[in-house]
């Protein structure tokens, strides 16, 4: 799955860069990967409920809410009564991860869960089991443009084998300096769900670079997995 970051869109015009990566299933993006940052948990500001709920009406694709804030415990249901379909929470600002994931389903959406490039995995392993999607970060959140951090692979493979092995039933997405360059090496990791800004919204045809890199991606998956 591609999940373009408006990150690097074009806020004034947020409905048309929706629709410029929207198309049938298999071509269009599968999610609309919707980062929002408060200034504290990271040093960025962006957007909120009011322009979740706006993009909401202004697109069918489901709207990927990844939450860079402090205390998600208390804002995580209100952007999926908004109607994101995914609402993911930083393990580092979550003060009850497990409370919050059943919190963010009975409001019906799924439940994500990201962890910062620094952040391992092991301990919040029982934990993800009552998530839907892990978003490994491959940068440090903030800023769209930065460059991938290969490192985190490990983490992303170790999902992949807890998900393998029937230890969890999971998502693993990753977001960060995802493009034609690093985007194989996501695949042939593990990862089923690429995030990508600026290699979608910098592209002169942002649709086509959805369908670009989902190409490259399932030819690396496919070469991996022989
Ligand atoms: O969450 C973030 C950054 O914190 C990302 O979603 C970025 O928006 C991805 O942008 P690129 O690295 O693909 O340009």
């Given at each position: ?14 409905g048309e860069e929706a629709a410029a990566v929207a198309g ?78 059943r919190d963010i389903r009975a409001a019906g959406a799924k ?116």
């Amino acid at each position: 799955m591609i999940a373009p970051s408006i990150l690097s869109a074009d806020f004034a015009r947020l409905g048309e860069e929706a629709a410029a990566v929207a198309g049938p299933p298999g071509e269009g993006a599968d999610w609309l990967h919707v980062d929002v940052m408060d200034a504290h948990f990271v040093p960025n500001l962006t957007l909120g409920l009011p322009v979740v709920q706006s993009l909401r009406a202004a697109t069918d694709i489901p709207l990927d809410c990844h939450l860079m804030i402090e205390d998600p415990d208390r804002w995580a249901v209100g952007y999926a009564e908004a109607g994101a379909h995914n609402v993911t929470v930083h393990v580092e600002a979550a003060a009850d991860p497990v409370r919050i994931a059943r919190d963010i389903r009975a409001a019906g959406a799924k439940a994500g869960l990201s962890i910062k490039p620094g952040t391992p995995l092991d301990p919040y392993v029982e934990v993800l089991r009552h998530y839907d999607t892990l978003l490994v970060m491959s940068v440090e959140p903030g800023f769209g443009g930065q460059s991938f951090i290969p490192d985190v692979l490990d983490k992303a493979r170790q999902a992949r084998r807890l998900v393998d092995t029937g230890h969890l039933t999971l998502v693993v997405e990753i977001d960060g300096g995802i493009n034609a360059d690093t985007i194989e090496a996501a695949a042939e990791a593990g990862v089923d769900c690429f995030v990508a800004g600026s290699a979608v919204y910098g592209a002169e045809d942002p649709g086509r670079a959805v369908r670009a890199l989902r190409e490259q991606a399932a030819n690396a998956a496919h070469r991996a997995r022989g």
